[in-house]
């Protein structure tokens, strides 16, 4: 295990792209590291994983205030964690709603593929859809809200 990282092999070990690193720097998500004496970025093994916790919970769909409380309650671990567990039961229910939108859009798109069975562009219902910004021939009446 390396005790000192670059910026560029953060990125790497990571997936994270260096830009990304110093945004989550410049707002408090990633301490500062300390610097060589050329002036370069000198990461530690802390950073890593600070890191690695900050894209895992990205991938899990955590907004960054979220991400910045549970970096908060992971810094004490001697806290409750109800926290925690209150942001992840957040975060399946925001998931939920968004599987049930994602179902409501592929059943409307479905009916209009089929409704659409071929033939000029100018009597296809997709198009005519589409190009409806009212949504006046969805049949999902939550579309266009």
């Given amino acids: 295990m390396k005790g000192s990282y670059s910026i560029g092999d953060l990125a790497r070990e990571t997936g994270v792209k ?23 970025r000198a990461y530690g093994r802390a950073h890593l994983e600070r890191l690695g916790f900050i894209r895992h919970a ?5 907004a960054m205030p979220t991400i910045r409380s549970l970096l908060d309650l992971a810094a004490e671990p001697e806290r409750d964690c109800a926290a925690a567990h209150a942001a992840a ?11 049930r939108q994602l179902k ?16 000029r562009v100018s009597d296809c219902l997709i198009i005519e ?17």
């Fill in 58 to 62: 990205r991938e899990l769909g955590f």
């Fill in 89 to 99: 039961t957040e975060q399946m229910a925001a998931i939920d709603a968004k599987l």
């Fill in 18 to 40: 260096a830009t990304t690193i110093r945004w989550y720097e410049s707002e408090g998500l990633m301490p500062a590291p300390s610097r060589t004496p050329g002036g370069q």
């Fill in 104 to 119: 409501a859009l592929r059943a409307e798109l479905a009916r209009l593929a089929k409704a659409c069975a071929g033939g």
């Fill in 129 to 145: 859809t589409l190009a409806d910004h009212r949504h006046g021939h969805c049949a999902d009446k939550n579309h266009g809200r």
